[in-house]
């Protein structure tokens, strides 16, 4: 088995050209637990971690551009500001030391359905730029996962990075786990309120083959905003509620959109009801966050 | 392939290391440095925690060749980054100049099979090193990746509190910097 | 926090900030560990950190399959892989292919039937640890695939393939005490589950074999019980015991995974057949199917009580399954069994507790031993009736608790202090934690920092449980354990050397071995010799039994030791004096005043005693009645468990988990506290979490990613009360502390879970689903 370390962007891509096989790795939290199990033996690994066009973020034109390299504790203490829905999800990841290697392009690298920061990209639109020897393609990460530990990547090419919009308004994620840390998903949910846009933005963890949204429920819940005149936000806005019956709307909306399997860590029928209760609750607290003033 | 890199302030390598060995491996079998843990091999349980260029990281999710030229600190270096002067535990030979983490974990009744406890240590260590008087639900979240299976963590979160405590202490105490001033 | 330990005599009150153990003194005053610096610092040596030049690495291979004919073994691609020195399977077995813990019904290596995956089926040493995987890989086994037996009940079925020779039940242990046809007032039935939990021991299974210029071995290896390991091995080797000689090297955790052998007749073979020293250190994933469960359980419980809130009778159906191989099953199911009816005056009782096997996962062991399923379904009973009488829990409970005095349904009279009560009011009245506040912390609330509520849906409740388990070994087993105590002149200053062969498994024997000595030979220096087996067996290193029996044979090898000093000391003075005691290496009148130092009564001499020491034996139980004196001791604890439950997303947070023992003695106040916390802590992961999830007898989750244990964002602050009303016939008047508080923290849960959702919750780990009706 080879080791190779690239030391740019460039001279990656050239790597990963000429050995196809290659396995890339960053900060490892997946490809070494197949590495120390013996499940995997790839015939070289490819090291990004000496890559430093990949390692930060930066804002051009209103964008957000995060390298594929970015781990989950600069997500937390950099991005939290901007991006406050991947800052949640960031902090539900792991441990402080997963945190501290794992990277936002090894969860999509990864394309696992309970990757906690893809339901969040979803929501909030977010598009994965790609390297490789042939050129540089965008693909939207909706579309970028196409079935379990799957996605559209071809041999020798790479993540480069995420772009998305600083926060257009309120984010929140939730993530259930029969433990309070170091858990792998059982059902996850992102909400996103874009008022600028008048747009609803969700996603869905670990209740599909891959991550996915939830567009009956956007849609529904974009037309009760509008149809009450709720996207604007003047100073008498500040009590008004939705209705419960429409947060209930929501979410079972947003748990129909799923099609979860029952496994080891939980059935399908329970993936399903917690689905439509962290859709509920998900969507009250970003409309209380809006009413009152806070996010985007 | 060589791997070299700093281990505890000292520069050392290894030879015939294979591509897919993790640093852990490369720590316990070829470097001679036993003490970070192999509980999982799957960056589950905390026991392999090291520090890696500042910052904690399970050893066992990092390849070998990553760790070619970075700064490592294990277990083993500890003692030597962190002993307050003076804070020696009783009894001959017993925990001269051990880091404060280390001594309060002694100390606090925190050790029992002490399979968890270098990796705790070293989690601990750089908590403190970061948050220096950490509240309970800060050291709960910080030490989250650590497993413990013998002492259900009270007792840890005493030795966490204790060596805090002796550490503002320290930190407070006159003549502590260089240059003595008058006490 | 702790709270001050209520008990007589008054113990000071613990500070808010520990000051610290001192290094090492008498019983009674908590103590550093001897090894705690080394563990400190990874200096420590566990069976897994060792080393030696030209060491090979051993590996198994395992049958993937739970149940299988093995057809044919082709070895040879294995053993013609460059770095391979040795490819081992059942031919190479020198001696005996069967070893086990009560019945020698496990081969060494698989002969022609596998009978659980995992199954070990040969074994491989090589250059390189991957050089050794990769070449088992090669190893060409033809399997003809059987189906399963599953179940206990499938097992115990007519027509059910016999899994061994004998059938499929390993023990049926049946008690039948008082009237069988006691009426009472109102009957409660209930069925109930526990899952299969795993000791999740943290230091992997491992050890170093070398082979011996005498043709024998040494085995460096972590181990509860290093003389069961050996006799196996002897067997297995066709050695005699000085030719197979172990050494316990450092052990990370055990808590009944490290009764059975592992790998030490693998190692000794590839060692002995290449000539070489072979490490074997199991993976996570190899450590599921490289040791015992716990026992999973199914339970159908009748609970009589009268109006006047008292038992009437219990009547109980139990089944345990054993998996493929017997291990300590019979004696899971004796302990389960005669332990069944919870602390409670139960006058009429029948039990019929069995132990089957199945092609599961072996079980055997664990912390607790049968006496936690059956306290799970006691537990939750007692409720139902308290709940059905229009009783508070605790004030029903104690109604029926059990006292000194009390008949036991075996028929043992305990002849001790059984504050089972007390317990129960101790923890009743300790005081609640606050109710969250208007805005709590999301670290506060269940879910954590994952987000699931900001308080929605989240009721608190409380729970109660008491439980008792019995210590040591039962039913006429001949436990003893041995001592080698020597006292001499070192550096011209006394010197105790301690050496027994009971295993350190990280519960802080060797401290309490130092204590003893201190306090029996008035000497501060005392150090602990590496534990082996040259000399005698300790007894294993479970059943909360090793500060009683191998704290009794060393304070009975310090007496003796004592007794010959004092004889010479007077010899020296040249007069007899009465009351002589040993204090600060000094001989001492009985007022205390120094007489002659150890070094002048020595003169250069060592003297030592070993001694083998036995507590009052036990007996048998009568095979129709389960009556008999069973048990050596009994030791009681009590929980009282507040959570907060999501209710829509059954997601639960345990705020506190508080808990009232009674030690009779605390030798190192500070350990029982540890001891306390750690098997409580295990009780909440069997509450809420654990579970080896199996499917035609496959584990599904072989990993610490799905075999969720607490981390310490699971466990709550606990506080805790230590009782000590002393045990008249055991030293010092100590009570087991490991295992009582895996009896009642999980049923305390459980209820309090019950008290905040009104959900039955008959099984155990408690899922989301089950708290959300789903």
Not at chain 1, 92 to 106: A, D, Y
Not at chain 1, 176 to 184: E, F, K, L, Q, S
Not at chain 3, 498 to 525: D, K, M, S
Request: glycine share 12%; hydrophobic share 40%.
């Amino acid at each position: 088995m080879e080791f190779l370390r690239p030391r740019s962007l460039a001279e990656a891509v050239e790597t990963a050209h000429r050995y196809p096989e290659a396995v890339p790795i960053a900060g490892g939290t997946d490809v070494m637990v197949d590495m120390n199990f013996g499940r995997r033996r790839p015939p070289a690994l490819l090291d990004l971690t000496r890559v430093p066009e990949l390692a930060g973020w930066e804002t051009a034109d209103g964008l957000l551009r995060v390298g594929a390299g970015v781990t989950y504790a600069t997500l937390i203490t950099e991005l939290g500001g901007l991006l406050p829905g991947l800052a949640m999800a960031s902090r539900t990841v792991g441990s402080p030391q997963i945190r501290n290697r794992g990277t936002l392009g090894g969860n999509l690298g990864s394309a696992s359905p309970a990757g906690d920061t893809l339901p969040v990209l979803l929501a909030s639109g977010a598009v994965v730029e790609t390297a490789s020897a042939w050129g540089s393609r965008q693909i939207p990460a909706a579309d970028f996962c196409t079935g379990v530990k799957q996605n559209v990547l071809r041999p020798g090419e790479l993540i480069a990075a995420v772009l998305l919009r600083p926060a257009p308004g309120p984010q929140q994620f939730c993530k259930v786990g029969t433990r309070n840390a170091m858990v792998i998903a059982v059902a996850s949910f992102a909400v996103e309120l874009d008022p600028a846009r008048r747009r609803v933005g969700t996603g869905i963890g670990s209740a599909a083959p891959t991550p996915r949204r939830a567009p009956a429920a956007e849609e529904f819940l974009a037309g009760v905003l509008a149809g009450r005149g709720l996207w604007e936000r003047p100073a008498e806005l500040a009590n008004a509620e939705l209705d419960s019956a429409d947060l209930d709307r929501f979410g079972e909306l947003a748990a129909a959109a799923a099609a979860p399997i029952s496994d080891v860590r939980g059935t399908a029928a329970y993936r399903t009801h917690a689905l439509a209760v962290m859709a509920r609750r998900a969507l009250r607290w970003a409309w209380h966050d809006y009413i009152h003033g806070y996010g985007g | 392939m060589r791997v070299s890199c700093t281990v505890n302030g000292e520069r050392l390598a290894a030879d015939d290391v294979w591509a897919g060995e993790s640093l852990l491996y490369v720590l316990r079998e070829r470097l001679g440095l036993p003490g970070s843990k192999n509980a999982c091999e799957q960056g589950e349980c905390g026991s392999c925690t090291v520090v890696m260029d500042g910052v904690t990281v399970c050893a066992c999710l990092v390849a070998a060749g990553q760790a070619q030229d970075r700064d490592i600190q294990t277990v083993e270096g500890l003692a030597a980054t962190g002993a307050i002067e003076g804070a020696v535990l009783e009894g001959p030979g017993q925990g001269a100049g051990l880091h404060p983490v280390q001594q309060a974990f002694v100390e606090a009744g925190a050790v029992q099979c002490g399979f968890c406890t270098p990796g705790l240590i070293v989690q601990a260590a750089s908590l403190l090193r970061d948050v220096p008087e950490p509240s309970d639900a800060e050291i709960r979240e910080a030490l989250a990746g650590n497993l413990c299976r013998c002492t259900g963590y009270e007792k840890i979160l005493d030795a966490v509190r204790l060596a805090a405590a002796r550490q503002a202490g320290q930190a407070r105490r006159p003549g502590r910097d260089a240059g003595q001033g008058p006490r | 926090m702790t709270s001050p330990p209520v008990s007589p005599p008054a113990a000071p009150p613990r500070e808010v900030l520990p000051r610290g153990a001192p290094a090492g003194g008498v019983i009674g005053v908590s103590a550093r560990r001897p090894d705690g610096v080394a563990k400190a610092t990874g200096e420590f040596a566990y069976s897994s950190d060792l080393w030696m030049d030209g060491m090979l690495w051993g590996v198994t291979l395992r049958s993937p399959y739970p149940y299988a004919r093995v057809r044919s073994v082709d070895i040879g691609p294995a053993l013609a892989t460059p770095g391979v020195h040795a490819v081992l399977t059942h031919q190479d077995v020198p001696g005996a292919n069967r070893y086990g813990l009560e019945f020698a019904d496990q081969p060494v290596l698989a002969e022609d039937v596998v009978r659980y995956q995992g199954e070990p089926v040969a074994v491989v040493a090589a250059d390189h640890p991957e050089i050794a995987r990769r070449a088992a890989a090669r190893i060409a086994i033809g399997y003809d695939v059987l189906a399963p037996v599953t179940s206990a009940r499938a097992a115990m079925a007519d027509g059910a393939p016999r899994l061994h020779p004998g059938g499929n039940v390993v023990r049926h242990l049946k008690l039948r005490t008082g009237d069988p046809a006691a009426r009472a007032d109102l009957v409660i039935t209930g069925e109930y589950q526990v899952g299969m939990q795993d000791q999740a021991f943290l230091g992997p299974e491992s050890g170093l074999a070398v082979p011996g210029e005498d043709g024998g071995v040494d085995l460096f290896v972590a181990t509860q019980w290093l003389h069961a390991d050996q006799r196996q091995i002897c067997q297995a080797l066709a050695l005699p015991p000085e030719r197979v000689r172990l050494t316990l090297a450092g052990v990370g955790g055990a808590f009944g995974g490290r009764e059975d052998l592992s790998m030490h007749v693998h190692a000794c073979l590839l060692a002995r057949h290449t000539g070489r020293p072979v490490k074997m250190v199991y993976s996570r994933e190899e450590s599921f199917f490289g040791h015992v469960h716990r026992h999973p359980a199914a339970m159908r419980y009748e609970h009589g009580v009268n109006a006047d809130g008292r038992l009437a009778f219990v009547r109980a159906e139990v089944l345990f399954d054993g998996g493929a191989y017997a291990s300590s099953t019979a004696a899971v199911v004796g302990n389960g069994g005669t332990m069944g009816f919870g602390p409670y005056v139960v006058p009429n009782a029948a039990m019929d507790c069995y132990g089957v096997y199945t092609n599961n996962p072996p079980c055997g062991a664990m912390r607790g031993f049968g006496a936690v399923q059956t306290g799970f379904a006691c537990e939750s009973q007692m409720d139902r009736c308290a709940a059905a009488l229009g009783l508070d829990p605790v004030e029903f409970r104690v109604r029926n608790a059990m006292s000194e005095g009390s008949r036991v349904p075996t028929g043992q009279i305990i002849d001790s202090p059984a504050p089972v009560a007390e317990l129960l009011r101790t923890v009743r009245d300790m005081p609640l934690p606050p109710d969250p506040g208007n805005a709590p912390d999301l670290r506060e609330l269940p879910g954590g920092v994952a987000n699931t509520t900001h308080g929605e849906g989240v009721r608190r409740g409380v729970g109660y449980a008491a439980g008792y388990k019995n210590v040591g070994f039962s039913e006429g087993f001949d436990d003893y354990a041995t001592a080698r105590v020597r006292l001499e002149i070192a550096g011209g200053e006394p010197l105790v050397t301690v050496h027994t062969a009971a295993a350190e498994v990280g519960q802080g024997l060797v401290t309490v071995e130092t204590q003893i000595a201190r306090t029996e030979l008035g000497c501060e220096r005392v150090i602990v010799h590496p534990k082996n087996t040259g000399v005698g067996s300790g007894g294993s290193s479970s059943a909360s039994r090793q500060t009683y029996v191998t704290g009794g044979a060393i304070k009975a090898a310090c007496s003796r030791v004592r007794e010959r000093v004092l004889a010479l000391a007077q010899q020296r003075l040249g007069r007899i004096g009465a009351g002589l005691r040993l204090d600060g290496g000094m001989v001492v009148s009985a007022a205390g005043d120094p007489l002659i130092s150890l070094a002048e009564v020595l003169r250069g001499e060592g003297i030592e005693e070993t001694v083998e020491w036995r507590h009052r034996p036990t007996f048998p139980v009568d095979p129709e009645t389960g009556q008999g004196f069973a048990h050596v001791q009994y030791a009681f604890a009590a929980h009282r468990a507040v959570v907060d439950v999501d209710t829509e997303l059954g997601l639960v947070k345990v705020v506190a988990l508080d808990c009232a023992q009674d030690v009779g003695k605390a030798i190192n106040p500070q350990a029982v506290e540890g001891q306390i916390h750690g098997g409580s802590a295990q009780g909440l992961g069997l509450a809420l979490m654990e579970e080896v999830q199996v499917t035609e007898g496959r584990i599904r989750n072989p990993s610490f990613t799905d075999y969720l244990i607490p981390t310490i964002l699971d466990m709550p602050p606990m506080r805790l009360a230590v009782l000590e009303y002393p045990d008249p016939h055991a030293p010092y008047g100590l009570r087991g502390v490991g295992e009582p508080p895996t009896i009642s923290s999980t049923p305390a849960i459980v209820a309090a879970i019950r008290a905040a959702t009104g959900r039955p919750l008959t099984r155990i780990p408690v899922r989301p689903q089950d708290i959300a009706d789903l």
